[in-house]
């Protein structure tokens, strides 16, 4: 991972605190995924260093596996940093579009189809018209009927298409669902191939990642290239779930349209506050909330709404304090850190607990004035 993508893990993972309007989720949360990337990045007559052409050959290998869902996840990270850029001897694209239809196709037919890869290939398929978009959203529907993120999508679209009869038809049926899922665990297979690539294939002597680390101040004799290149990948790969997730904003825009679908809104905000498994959603729903008691003019339901998104705002800020301990570094340094951010399936709770571990780890370290998670008042752990 370089530069970019240790500031998006930083993005996402502060963003929460960052959502202080509806406004503002309307605006930021439909960023195409293009503007995460530098101007420089996407010249295709840059030539690739030394660590990118290694990079691109990891990927492509992933996309050459039997592993449908292995082969999505390399064509993600091409697709997302590479897709514009050409090979430097045959200057042929990294990626072209036959390469991606076909293989989206694939996983729309495929009985082994996880959820992060349907996901993974609707937000690829936005901008491509012979994306088989209907399929894609047909199994997210079928294998997901009850998770409020898969109609994110379609909502948007009816927006586009204002169709407001579609509109509230979705909104009924989001009010409708049971949980708010977005995040997932790296795939053992995925982690297992990356492995064994590194192991045959080393990673250059100079990466962006060791190169970020020793001007942080960590020594070099204490990184191991390998086992950072291995760790940095699967945190990219993490960090995907928050790039290739839903877009909020289009719910907003749905509930102020159409005043009668008010109680939908709320069921949905409840449902986003009280069983999603991300910080970014529950903040969404907190918002979407204040919006349907703002539009109705329930004066007594907006204050107490607002105070308890004060109270979520305060919790995660002081938490987030915890996580600064070492300026961010130690999800590259340290395994433990490492391990709970791969294998968490609920950022709350991992937050939570990588807080607890950092403090005793601090802690023993003498480390002064440090804040105890306990007191930001933890909402997850032992739950």
Same mark, same amino acid.
């Given at each position: ?19 202080? /309007? ?39 290998? %992933?996309? $050459? ?24 001897? $045959?200057?042929?694209?990294? @990626?072209?579009? #036959?390469?991606?239809? &076909?293989?989206?196709? #694939? ?32 199994? %997210?529907?079928?294998? =997901?009927?009850?998770?409020? /993120?898969? =109609?994110?999508? +379609? ?8 169709? !407001? ?38 990673? +250059?002597?100079? $990466?962006?990642?060791?190169?970020? @680390? ?33 877009? =909020? ?13 008010? *109680? ?24 979407? @909330?204040?919006?349907?008691?703002? !539009? ?38 340290? *395994? ?8 968490? /399936? ?10 607890? =571990? ?12 440090? /804040?105890? +998670? &306990? ?9």
């Amino acid at each position: 991972m370089n530069k970019l993508l240790f500031g998006l893990l930083l993005l996402v993972s502060g963003f929460a605190m960052a959502v202080e /309007t509806c406004d503002y989720v309307d605006e930021s949360l439909e960023t195409d995924q293009v503007d995460f990337v530098d101007d420089d990045s996407i010249d295709p007559n840059r030539a690739l260093d030394e660590w990118e052409i290694w990079k691109t050959q990891l990927d492509q290998f %992933l996309i $050459s596996q039997d592993n449908i869902n292995v082969a999505i996840s390399g064509m993600s990270h091409l697709d997302m940093l590479y897709d514009h850029r050409v090979d430097a001897v $045959s200057r042929e694209s990294l @990626l072209g579009n #036959q390469t991606k239809l &076909k293989l989206i196709n #694939q996983l729309a037919e495929s009985e082994m189809a996880s959820f992060e890869s349907l996901m993974k290939a609707q937000s690829m398929c936005s901008n491509e018209v012979d994306c088989p978009n209907e399929a894609i959203q047909a199994r %997210l529907e079928q294998l =997901y009927p009850d998770n409020i /993120t898969v =109609y994110f999508h +379609p909502l948007q679209q009816a927006l586009v298409d204002e169709d !407001l009869e579609l509109v509230a038809a979705i909104l009924k049926r989001m009010g409708q669902t049971e949980y708010g899922q977005t995040l997932y665990k790296v795939d053992e297979n995925y982690s297992h191939l990356v492995e064994a690539y590194i192991e045959n294939h080393s990673a +250059p002597e100079e $990466s962006p990642d060791q190169l970020y @680390l020793e001007e942080s101040g960590v020594e070099s004799d204490e990184i191991d290239l390998d086992s950072l290149s291995f760790g940095s990948i699967m945190i990219s790969e993490k960090i995907l779930s928050y790039i290739f997730g839903p877009g =909020y904003g289009s719910i907003y825009k749905a509930c102020e349209m159409i005043p009668s679908s008010k *109680s939908d809104c709320i069921s949905a905000a409840e449902i986003m506050i009280s069983k999603s498994d991300s910080i970014m959603m529950t903040t969404v729903g907190y918002g979407l @909330l204040e919006k349907a008691y703002e !539009l109705s003019g329930d004066e007594k339901e907006l204050a107490s709404v607002k105070d308890e998104r004060e109270s979520f705002d305060t919790y995660w800020q002081c938490l987030a304090g915890v996580q600064s301990l070492g300026e961010g570094l130690d999800i590259f340094t340290d *395994s433990k850190v490492q391990e709970l951010y791969l294998n968490g /399936t609920h950022e709350g709770l991992y937050l939570e607990q990588m807080a607890l =571990y950092l403090y005793e780890k601090y802690q023993a370290k003498g480390v002064e004035g440090l /804040t105890d +998670p &306990k007191s930001c008042g933890l909402r997850y752990v032992n739950k």
